[in-house]
Structures are given as C-alpha cells and as structure tokens.
C-alpha cells in the first residue's frame, strides 16, 4: 500500500466531470511489419495481459481516508477485471483522420471510473484512410489518470508495452502480482493522525529555503517574478466538458536542423518558438493578438535519476515567454531561449523540488480549499494569468519500437484541461518523426484544424528562416 504525494492528490482533486485529469498518450501502428501482417482486438487484450507485471498503476486502485484527513493510498484491487479496461472501437467508413480526432477528442473528454484503477485503453480499428498507415492499422488511446503518472513516467509505461525488434517472441514474463486487504478505518485514522504532526515542521523548512533562494535570484537577474500577464486570450476562461483535437507531424529532422543552425538553442526552444509563432498567426486572424508576449507552461522533470521506473508525479513548472509580441520567426526563436534560459536559471536557484516540498506539507483540506479559492479568484479576471497555454515537451524514443510486430507508427498526446487553461500542446517523439498534438475545449476553439494549420505555417516559416530544406 503506497500513499499519493501531495501533487499526486492535486491532480485527483481538480478531476471533474468537466475537467477529467487523465494524460492520453495515443499510438497508432503499422500492423505490416507484424508475423501475420495483422493484429486484432484478441491480439492485443493478450498483450495487456502478459504485460500488467510491467506497472503497477494497472492492477492499483484508490483507498481514500476517512473525512479526507490524508491524501488517499494505492492499493492492490481484489476485483480487477482487465477487460472491463481494455475496450473495443471502429471508426465508420472512410475511417479518416477527421473521424479519428473527433473519436479521441470523445474518449478524452470522459472521466475515468474513480472506483477502479485509473486507466483504459482503447483499440480503435477501420483507420483505413489515414496518409501513412496501411489498411488495416490501429491505435491504441491508453487513458491514465494523471494522479498515477506524469509524462516521463508515462513514457516509461509505452517503452515497457513495446519491444525494438518486430521478430520478439513474446513469452508472459513471471507475475507473482497478489491483490492486498484494506487497512481497517481506525488504522487509517492513526496514520492520518501521526502525518498531521510531521507537516507544519516540514513547512517551516520549506519555506526556509525557497525565500532566501528567491531573493537571491532576483537580485542577480532583476527578475521581478511577476504573477502572469495582466491580459487573456479566449483559452483562459472557464473550460466546457467538450474536447477537440488535432495534431501537427514534422520529420525530427528538420527540428534538428533548425536547433543545429542556431547555436545554443534547443529543441525545446524550437518546439516552443513553433507554438509561439502558431498562436501569432491564430490570435492575429481573429483579431485578437495582444501587444505583449503571452506565456507558456512547460513541465520540468524532477525524477530522481536512481529511480526510472517510478510511477506517480515528479514535475515542477517553469514559465517561458512564447515571444508572441515578435513576428521575425528566428528572433523569436532566439528570444524565446533568452527566456527558457531566465527561467531554467530561476527554477535551479530556487530547487526544482522546493515549492513541491511546500506542497507536500500542508494538509489536504487547507490544499483543496486554497486550489478552489485560487481558481475562482482567477476566474473573476482581478488577478493576472499565470500561464496561457501548455508545452509539455516528453522525448521519446528515438528507435523504431514494436508491438507483437506491429511498428509504433506515431505517438499523440493529449493532456487535460483546466479553467485558465484551456489549449494544451503535447510534444512527442517516436523513431524519426515529432507530433504537436493540440487538445482544447470546443468553446474555444472551434477550429482545431485552421489552429494546426497555422502551427505548419509557423513550422514552414522557421525552417526557411534558418535555411532548412523541407522535404
């Protein structure tokens, strides 16, 4: 029995019907490559099942404490039924890559069963008339909630499911998996009760190192640390249930180049300076681009690095400019890892880990009320904005992977969405090829496909601002 950290809890806390917290990390396969030249719904159920040893965010559901004393602990679930997780899917004919967008935006906009472990997966067949993919390929939308994973964690789990040679022969691997008997209430009373003693001393400490680390920072860099932007776009207001998606392709390879040809900047700064400059170009056709640069989220990874195979959140935010007020695509780029560069400095000074530590001390009741406090404060528009968009950039493999020989054609990523911020880009990387998927509520953007659009001409314009050829 494991107790969620105090981030892990955040996330489960924000979960509503109109804010589900799953990531939902999507793969589509080439089945060609595959011993039979196909994979089936059957095929890949057994998959899950020789695999479930694998993870344990698969087989783990919540116990929650009593009155909410505590952040709720995993525990081994005495009734898991896999097929009640692995579930079925066909798109209609043609089985295009509208319909399938419109199929996962569906998928992603529905919470998880709180009652049973945090994940699903879908196998979604008929994808017949999606450019690169031969008929007969298929995806895989795996739903896991975010208080279970984050997006290296995540990562970790599709590398685990896949292999790096088409010709592996599976062989269920040993699993000595037990279900557990939940702790009687008045054990979970007294847990509650000793971890109550330890937080206000851990908060203290916290709280020591972040203020001297702060000033620090701001006399060296004149940083003012400013709350957010004192102005929103139409994607910081109240989020709808209803979610739409899209997603931009682009050969790693020209990333690659863009980076090469501009020294010090990283393809991070690349993917960021692209979003930026898509959002320019979507913003300035609705007539709605603010003078001043709009903000970026950009997720930092604080696993330890003795622990890979960790489940649950390990992350911290760092703020990046997106440069939105620049329209010269390679000064943006260079300005863009001026301030990637500030806020990397800045979050090094204070440790990475600090304000997650803060975090992890206080109880759950005074966190929960804070988080509902801070959202409605906001969403009255007195107080700045912090953040007007997400990038959460997970490098992935940079091989082919397979599984049971079907190649791992590409990987999209949807993340959730909350009031404030509602337009999410999940950046991911499989073999040769990146994807930019875009997740956002209907409301504010209608038109997932004109939003990508402008993402590809913000993409073609860098590339031949730094010299880069596209094949």
């Not at 043609?94 to 472990?117: A, E, K």
């Not at 209803?242 to 393809?267: C, M, W, Y």
């Not at 007020?325 to 400095?345: C, E, T």
Request: proline residues 7%.
């Amino acid at each position: 029995m494991q107790q969620l950290s105090v981030l892990d809890n955040m996330f489960l806390q924000a979960d509503s019907s109109r804010t589900p917290m799953h990531i939902t990390p999507v793969l589509l396969y080439d089945p060609s490559t595959a011993p039979r030249g196909a994979l089936g719904f059957d095929d890949v159920l057994e998959h899950f099942r020789n695999n479930l040893n694998k993870s344990p965010i698969f087989r783990r559901k919540l116990l929650h404490t009593p009155f909410g004393l505590d952040p709720p602990y995993w525990i081994e679930d005495e009734d898991f039924d896999l097929e009640y997780h692995v579930r079925h899917n066909a798109l209609p004919k043609p089985g295009d890559w509208r319909q399938f967008c419109v199929l996962i935006s569906r998928l992603h906009s529905q919470g998880l069963n709180l009652g049973r472990p945090l994940w699903e997966a879908y196998v979604i067949d008929g994808l017949d008339a999606i450019e690169g993919l031969p008929k007969g390929g298929f995806a895989i939308a795996l739903k896991i909630h975010h208080a279970a994973i984050d997006g290296v964690s995540g990562t970790q789990i599709i590398s685990a499911l896949h292999s790096l040679s088409a010709n592996d022969d599976e062989q269920p691997s040993a699993d000595d998996w037990q279900p557990e008997n939940p702790p009687s209430a008045t054990q979970l009373m007294w847990r509650s009760y000793k971890n109550s003693f330890r937080r206000p001393t851990a908060f203290l400490g916290s709280l020591g190192k972040v203020i001297p680390a702060i000033s620090n920072v701001n006399k060296e860099t004149g940083d003012k640390t400013e709350f957010g932007q004192k102005f929103q776009t139409r994607f910081n207001k109240r989020v709808s249930g209803r979610r739409v998606s899209e997603a931009l392709r682009i050969d790693f390879e020209h990333i690659r180049q863009i980076k090469n040809n501009a020294p010090g900047v990283t393809v991070n700064d690349v993917v960021v300076s692209i979003v930026g400059g898509g959002l320019r170009r979507y913003l300035g056709a609705k007539g709605e681009l603010p003078e001043e640069t709009l903000l970026a989220g950009a997720p930092i990874n604080t696993r330890d690095k003795d622990k890979p195979g960790a489940t649950g959140n390990s992350i911290s935010m760092m703020r990046i400019p997106l440069r939105t007020d620049i329209p010269d695509p390679l000064q943006r780029l260079h300005a863009v890892n001026a301030g990637a560069v500030a806020s990397k400095a800045y979050a090094k000074a204070i440790g990475v880990r600090t304000m997650t530590d803060i975090l992890q001390s206080l109880s759950p009741q005074l966190l929960s009320i804070g988080i509902r406090a801070a959202t409605a404060e906001l969403l009255t528009e007195r107080l700045p904005t912090p953040l007007h968009t997400m990038v959460s950039n997970v490098p992935g493999a940079p091989v082919d992977l397979y599984m049971r020989g079907a190649l791992l054609h590409d990987i999209l990523a949807l993340g959730p969405l909350v009031d404030k911020a509602g337009l999410f880009h999940g950046v991911t990387s499989v073999g040769g090829s990146m994807a930019i998927t875009v997740a956002s509520c209907g409301d504010m953007l209608p038109d997932p496909e004109f939003y990508v659009q402008c993402l590809k001409d913000s993409f073609e314009e860098l590339c031949d601002a730094s010299n880069v050829a596209r094949m």
